[in-house]
Every structure is written in C-alpha cells, then in structure tokens.
C-alpha cells in the first residue's frame, strides 16, 4: 500500500508538470484557499467571544460588534473561497485542456505502427476519460483536499491555544477515525472492482444474447441462455450486496466516533471549567475545532483513494506522451519524376519484435496505366505491403519508389497527396455524402463530387437519397449499407486525381452488376494512373495486367492470368477452387 | 455514444465536487405517477425489510436530532453551575452527576443513532439489489419471448442501454437516495420542531435565512445547470471527434488530414474548457455562499438570542442547541430538492425499462403435434408477408422435395434472408402456411420446428467460450468423440489443433483471436454435430482468405448432401445445379424455376447472370 501509494503520487506529479504554467493561478489558489481556512478557524473563536461576553453578559451591542466581525470575517472567507473557485477551475480545466490538446496533437503524428502498439480503443481511452478522471482529480485536489492540511494543522493549533490538555481528547479520537475509515476503504474497494468485472460478464452475456438470438433461436437454447444470464445476474447480485454491507459501515462509524468526541469534550470540557481553567464560550469554540479537524480528515483520506485511481490514468496518459513516432519525416523532394509508376525494389518488412519478416524481397514495378493485382491468403502480407506506400510503416529494407522518388525522400504528406487510398473498412466520418467526399480533396467543387460520385457509382443511392448530397452521415457511416459506404470511400479516393490507386479488397460489399459498371468507369477514369488491387476471387483480378501472388511474405508467382494458370501451382489451386473449368479455360 | 451522451452522468461510487449532482438535469417521465406506482410493487416482496429499514432510518434520525437538545441540556448545567460558582451562589457548582447522567444518555443516544443507521444501510442494501435483480430477471425472461422483428428493428445499444443503465440507475437510487429521502424528510421536521420548542422567534431567522439563500443560490444553479450541459455536450463532441479520428487514422493519414483534425480538435476543446471553467466556477461558489448566509443567520441569532437570554427567556445550552440545529437544517433541505431530481430521472429510467418489458410478445405457443425428424419436404402455400402495410411476398408457392435444394439469388440488400425468417419462424405469417413435411410450422412448437433446421451464416455468432463449447452448441450433451468427429468434418479440425490450447481455447469477446474463415467453420462444424434435415446456407465469404474459403466450400458440400438445402447461392455451379432459382429484388420474390427455365424466360435472372458469370465464363 504504502509503496504503491508513494509511486502513484510520482506519476500524479508528472502529469501535475503540466500545472506549471498555471504557477501563479495555483499560487494565488493556495493563498485564498488559505486565507479561506483562517477564516474558517478564526470564526469559532468570535463565536466564543459572542457568547462569553456578550450573550452570558446579555452585552447586546457587544454581539453586534463581534457579530459584525464575524460576518466581514466569514464574508472575507467566501469572498477567498470564490476567487479560489474561479481559479482552480481555470486551472484544473486549462491543465486538462492542455494535456488532451498535447495527446492529441502527439497521436496524430503516429504511424500505424504506434496505434498497432497500444491499440486503438485504448488510445481513445486515454485522450478522453482518463484525461476527464485526471482533471477531476486536479479540481478536487485543488478545491478541497488543498486546505485539508492547513485546518487541520490550523483546527490543532487553535485547539490547543484555547486549552492544551483538552486537546489529547482530539489527539486520541484522530487515529480512531482515520484508521477504522481506511479499514473500510481497504476492504470496500476490492469489491467495487469485482463488482465493476461482474457487472462486465453480466453484460457481455447480455450482449451475446442480442446480437445471437438467431442462432439461439435457431438451436432452441432459450432455456440455457436464460440460465447463463440469470447466474450472471446473481453473482453481480450478490457482491454488490456484500460490497454494500461493508460500506453500510463507514457513515455510521464516522458519525460514532465525531459525536462520541464531542460528548468526551464536554465531559473533560466541564472539568475544566470546574477549575476555571476554561470558559464556557470556548468550549463551544472548541467543538467546533474538532468538527473542523474531523472533517479535514475525512478529506484527506480521500486522497487515498483519489490519488492512486487518478496515477492509474495518469500513468497510462504518459506512456502515450512518452512514445516518439518511430521514424521521422524528413524528406523534401517533390514527388513527380515519372507520373503514375510505382516500384518496389527488394522491399523487405518486419514488424518491430516479430522473429519472422511480413514482407521478404519485394521486387516489382508499374507504369502509368496498368493494373497490378495482389493475390494471396490470410497472413501472406497484402495489406502490409500496400500500407508500405504512404509510409504507415517504415520499409525495413529496400526501397519504394512513388513517381519515381523513394518516399523516404519526399515529406509524407508529398507522397500520401499523389495516392487514392480505399482501405478494405471503409471508414467514413460524421457529416454530409458531399464532406465525406471532399475528404480527398478539401477545395473540391461540387461538380468534381458529382463526378466522382458518378465514376463510384455512388450518385443513384446518393440522389434517392432525402437530402442529397447533403445528407449527413452519422459516425462511422452506421447508417449506410456496407456497399453505400464502400462506393463513397471509392469516390473519396477518386476525386483526388492521384496518380496511384490502391484498393484493398474495395469492392467486396458490391453486387456484382454494380461491381462490373464501376470497373468500367473506373478504368476510363485511371488512364494515367498506376492502379493497385488486392482482391480474393480470381475473376475479379484476372483482367490485371500483373497478377502478384504472394505467399508467406515473398513473392511465389507475377504474370498475367494465363501465365500463373500455367505456370504457378499456388495460383492454379485457388482459380480451380474459385472457378468451373469452364471458366478458366 | 449519442446514448450516453444523453444520460445523466451519475457520481456512482466516487467523489465528485460536493454539489456535482446537484448540477444533474433529470429528464423528465411520460408518466410519471403509473411508472411510480409500478416500481414500488417491485418492493413489495420485500415489505418486511423496507419496514425494518424505514423504522431503523426514523429512529436513528430522530435519536440525532434529540442529540443536540441534550447536549444543550448539558451546557446549560455546566454553565448555570459554572457561573453561580462565579456569582458566589450558595450551594452552586457544577453538578457532575447530573452532567455524567445526560452524557451518558446522549452517548447512548448517538451509539443507537449509529446502530440504527447501520442497520438500515445493511437492510437497505438487500433490498435495493435483490429488486434490482429481480427486474434484470423479468426483462432476461422478456428477451427470450420477444419476437424476432423487434431484435431486427430496435438498435442493440438501445436495449442493452435499458437493461444496463438503466436498471443499474434504479439501483443506485434504491441503494442511496431512497433512505436519505426518508432521513431527510423526518429530519426537516424533527428539527423544525426541535426548534420551535426552544424559540419560536429564532426559529423565524434560521427559516428566513434559510429562504434567502435558496433565494441567493437558486439563480446560480440553474445557471450552472446550464453550464453543465454545455460541458457534457462539448465533451461529447470533442470525444466523438477524438474517436472518429482515431478509429480513422489510417484514412487521416492518407488524405493528410492531421492538420484539419488536429484544427478541430482544438477548436472544440477550447469551447470545452470555456464550459468546463464555468460549470465548475459557478459550482464551486454555491458551498461558500451559502456558509456565507449560515454565518449570517448564526450572527442574527446570537444577537436575538443574547436579548433572550438576558431577558432569561431561554438559557445558554439553548442556544447552543440551537445553532446546532440550524447548521444541520440547509442539508436536509438542499439534499431533497436534489432527490426531487433524483428521483424524476430514476422513474423516466424505471419508464425506458418497463417500456421494454411491455413490448408485445410473439404468439403463443402450439402444443401436441410432434414432429421427431422430418423428412425434408417443405412446403409455401399462398405465403403472403410484409412488413408494416409494405407486401414483399405475395402469393407464393413454392414445393421442395426432401433432399432438393433450392438456391436463393438477387443483389445484395433484396431481402434474402426475410425467407430464412419465415422459414424458421422468426417471422409469423400475414396469410398462406408453410408446410413441413405436410405439417403447417404453425402446429409445431418453435423449438420442435427448429430443431430440424440447421444455420450457417455469414454472421457467425460464437460466444465467449471454448470452442469445443462453441461447437457443442448444436446438440446439447455431446461427447468429445462427437465434437472432434463434426470438426473434422468441417475441415476446423487441423487449425484447431494448431491453436494454443487446442479444442479448449477460449474465444475472447469478439473471438477476434480467430479469423473470420475459422470462425465460418466452426459454425459449420456446430450445424454438423446438430445434425438437422433441413440447410440454412449463406455462400458469401468476404473477408475470407481463399485457402480457407476452399475449406469451407467443401465443408459446405458435404453439409448439402442428402439435406434439403436453401442456399443464399454466390458460386454458378450452386446456382446451376439448385432444383429450384427463387430470383429475389427488393424485397421480393420476382422469379422462380430451374436455371435453364429461368434464362429462357429472359428476365431478372438472365440479366443477372449475364452481368455476373458471362464474362468470366466466356473468357
């Protein structure tokens, strides 16, 4: 505990660097917050006096002179504590700000390599809720956990200037509170996180049973099914009950051992009055002291529990900081020695830590107008091989030239400007069919996205549609068909006018009558252009004019259908199992 | 994400800033009463634990509220004998046994307060869960008895949300607020009382200051509310562009857009602390105005209460008893109006659930007619269906023969699979029957029915499980013999073997450690080892590499053979070989024959074919 808690507190500070140039808005936080906590102390203090001098004497304007006091104190005190609040919130939420703006801007910059490393959906955990949960942690910290310290250090003083051997009541009843409220913390939490895995299982079930039902259905397993989900049900059930009885405790104990105090305070307090070593006013005063110290307690074990959730995220949030783009993006050149070619000269890949290469002695080269098919399983490196062109990933040796320049000598966003790129997702964006279009080229007009949704065969879905162009697509495209968004990331790619196509196994979602008119658009429009195609069935490729087979990373076979049925086993076995005799033939 | 944008963000277990939740925004009940009154019958069954709860929470209450009364009481003691020592009184000291006797009672007090509070927080625990539990388990029943076409029509993210946060949110009211609702309630009176009997005068001031700062605070937080949802909004906006542009890194780096990305982000993240700076400025003043106007309705009432105690109307421990009280009366008082609010959103949550559970059910079971095995021969006589007013099928007539198989073809998105829907029954029919071996599905129980029909999707649903489980699926009770004897057969056998753990591997949440051609063949392996006389094929193999999609050919061959099969056909020779071509465009069923009647017919289907075998076939 103690060894995990000083590590967290270390990685808090890491990411409490970034409060630096908020120095003077933290500063002037911890001075109001501490002028605040004066207020605060000094308030009992003229409370006893009120009822010392004036209500026992019955002094009534005495009261309303300490009762001025009071009230200018306790208006100085809020006074600090809302010029406080406006700081901590400009700071916590600039310091947030400021972190997700650095994430952001530093993932943006990463190759697919880094994205591959930490995984997607973790690194949009990171850039958003553990940047909030951090944030939060900050303004907590600021706002409360800040003056914990100073009214507790401030309550004891106090306490014991008003009357020292009263105090030891305090002295004694502290530890009491703090420990029984950790015992419950350290046995609540546990559970809050078998609670959090319960509520998960019971959800994945759920989850299965809405997207399964047909199969369920199919195979008439209602009755297991509602057996999982209930067992399910009853596990969540029961820890979070157990959870609940444990910390059913920490009120009522924290109220016990604070009221108790109190009643110990007036017993001794009384004591001490017996032998005028007290006045009655101050023992009033002096409850209030201990309230107040009670209570910055209570404040303080939070930062148990805050800080090392908050290291967590703080922690994870770092690493992403800390990873640096694993090549650089130096090149200069302009990239339009020879329009429209492509080669690959005995490219070679691995990815980083992989024992084995994905791609081993690539070698081939396009020219402006022809076709150059990929073929080849799961796992033979298609999808490595064309994510080498715009530089996803850094060849490991050999080199790619894109219209006749190594891409390595020209700027990436230089190279990626002459290339059409259809991943196999077509991965669309919130806003209209013309924005997502206008993705290829940001000063598009809309002539050049009507044609481009033409040649897509787009422009048919696209004017049944209510609005047009205009239509909005909601994120991810979820309300297009697959074949909807396919053809739309066709016409992203096409509107560019690149001088290199890649399509990654872009036209499967297509019936096949869409499919042919596309090709024959396509192939008017890419005249000048180098077009590169993977694909999985054969009579979509066999046109090419250079089919490559790849197997296992290395090239088994290139030529055109007729020379690989003749020549290349590989090839000839997935073209029979594709295609009847007639049709190879 | 829309989903949870929309939703109230609940504190759950953690420590938010005090007056975080003041700040929620309920949504507001259709109806409001009936929804109510349905929730509270779920507590019914759990009456006698409520009452242990309510008694322990209004005892513990009142016990707390007595609490400072003796204490004044105490003081008092202390001061009169204090200052009549003082005064040089005869016979006046500090009379600790009585002292000790009321502290000994007030200790006693707060112990049982303490116990009391305890118990109802340990009761209450049970019985929020075990109603929560209970309402999972009615909506879990419901699941199963809903029709397929709400499944097909309602959003997945949708239901889940309801059977997820929802419930979870009646169970955090149940297990927080509803006890402080009570405690609240009972302490406001408890106090007012407490108050009135001490000094009806100061009594006034506390009430009066008390009105005036929810008169101070009041504009302030609805203006922070306002600024609260400006937060959650942009923070939703900013993290749906984080997520967009993640997700579509690849795409953003292909069209150099990072700039463009990065432009926006910062645009929106900048509006995103401008919110968040003011929501929680404006949150961060309500605490210290209203110590600000405690302290001042404590000035008045020293004031008053220092005329009172010289005119010897009340005494010192009065005061002090006082005072106590009206510091604890702004909590109870803020924490109901935010209960209100709790509230109003826990009942639109318990309306979204129960909304789900009245959703109409499909028809009702048949019982008697058995069918153990069937032959094969189905049947469409007179079908017609549709969906809302719309026909698709009209008419239809179709006759297969056991062992026949029928090959179903048209463009992606023609409503292929609405047959296989009614085939199974996951559909009822508008007229017509269909029949199974000359039984009408409708006489059949839907498990009886089902059981002679077999699946495999291009959807290939596996669950988070091992894949011997996975493939057991299709017969319950299978042996190990049985399980590797089906995956053999579905050629799944040797890929299996060459994973880590074997037949027992564990499939992850998406089984994404297998690939989608193994995941086909599993689901042909399950169909195998079910065993039934009657095929429900899809051809299509995207995103599967082709030596895998060889496999799956064959196992699909062999699963055909001696079974009537409908095939959602892709490959020619299925096409050209199938006993009977359903031709279907948008929905419906526009042809029907043999492969060579159909071309000679000239229409739909000679155009499809034409557009996609006739080049390939020709060259």
Redesign the interface.
Known sequence: MQRRYRKGVVRMLKILKNLLIYKWLVGMVFLLVFI?ALADLF?PTL?AD??DN???????PY??QI??W??AV??L??AA??T???F???A???M??DV??QV??H??????QE?DEVG?AS??TR??NDI?QVQ?VV??LL??VVSAPIMLVGGLIMAISKDARLSLVIIGAMPVLVVSILFILKKGIPL?TEVQKR?DR??????????????I??????Q???VR??KA??EL?DV??RV??I???L???M??VM??T??AI??F???R??NGAMQ?GD??AFIQYVMLIMFALVMAS?MF??VPRAAVSANRINEVLAMRPAFQDLGTQSADRERGTLEFDHVTFSYPGAEEPVLSDITFSAKAGETTAI??????GKSTLI?LI?R?YEVSAGSIRVNGVDIRDAS??EI??K?G?V??KS?L??GTVADNIR??K?DAESHEIEHAAKVAQADDFIGAMEDGYDTYVE??GSNL???QKQRLAIA?ALI?KPDLYIFD?SF???????D?KLRAALARETEEATVLLIG?RV?SL?DADRIIVLEKGRIAGMGTHEELLRTNKVYR??AE????E??IA | MSDIKKRPQRGGHGFGPPGANMMMTGEKPKNFKATLKRLLAYLKPRRARLTVVFTAAILSTVFTIIGPMIMGMAITELFEGAYGEIRGETGASIDFGAIGQLLLLLAGLYVFSSAFMYLQQYFMSSVAQDTVYDLRENVSTKLERLPLNYYDQTAKGETLSRVTNDIDTIGTTLQQSLTLFITSFVTIIGITVMMLIISPILTAIAITSLLLSVFVIRPILKRSQTQFEDQQRTLGELNGHIEEMYTGHPVVKAFGHEKKAIHKFNDTNEQLYEAGRKAQFLSGIIMPLMQFIGNFSYVLISVAGGILVTQGRISIGDIQAFITYSRQFTQPVTQTANIANIIQSTVAAAERVFELLDEPEQTAEAKGTALKRAKGAVAFEHVDFGYGGTPLIEDMNIHVEPGQTVAIVGPTGAGKTTLINLLMRFYELNAGRILIDGIDTRDLPRGELRRNFGMVLQDTWLFNGTIKDNIAYGKTGASEEEIVAAATAAHADHFIRTLPDGYDTLLNEEASNISQGQKQLLTIARAILSDPPIMILDEATSSVDTRTEVLIQKAMNLLMKGRTSFVIAHRLSTIRDADLILVMDKGRVIEQGTHTELLDRNGFYADLYNSQFAKSAVS
């Open positions: 605040q308030l409370m009120i009822i004036g209500v026992v004497v019955g002094d009534v009261i309303w009762g001025g009071m009230l306790s208006a005190g809020a504590a809302v406080a609040s406006y901590s919130s400009k916590a939420m600039g947030g700000r997700r703006r952001f801007t993932v943006e910059q990463f190759s697919l994205f997607t690194l949009i850039t958003t909030t939060q303004l907590v706002r409360m809050f509520l019971l959800n994945l079930v759920l989850r299965e049973n809405l997207t399964g039902i047909r199969v259905r199919a195979f008439t397993r209602e297991e099914e509602q989900l209930e049900n009853r059930t979070s009950i609940n009885k910390m059913a405790f009120m009522p104990v109220m016990l009221n108790l109190v009643v007036i017993w307090g009384g004591i009055i017996n009655i023992l009033m939070m529990i805050m073929i080849g399983g799961t796992g033979s994510n715009p996803f990436q966003d990626r400007s290339i790129f991943p196999q991965i964006f919130s993705f290829g940001q994120q991810g068909s697959g074949g992203r560019r196994d499967s979602a297509l019936d096949f009558k869409t042919s999985q009579s066999m076995e997935i199992s594709q295609l009847s007639e049709e």
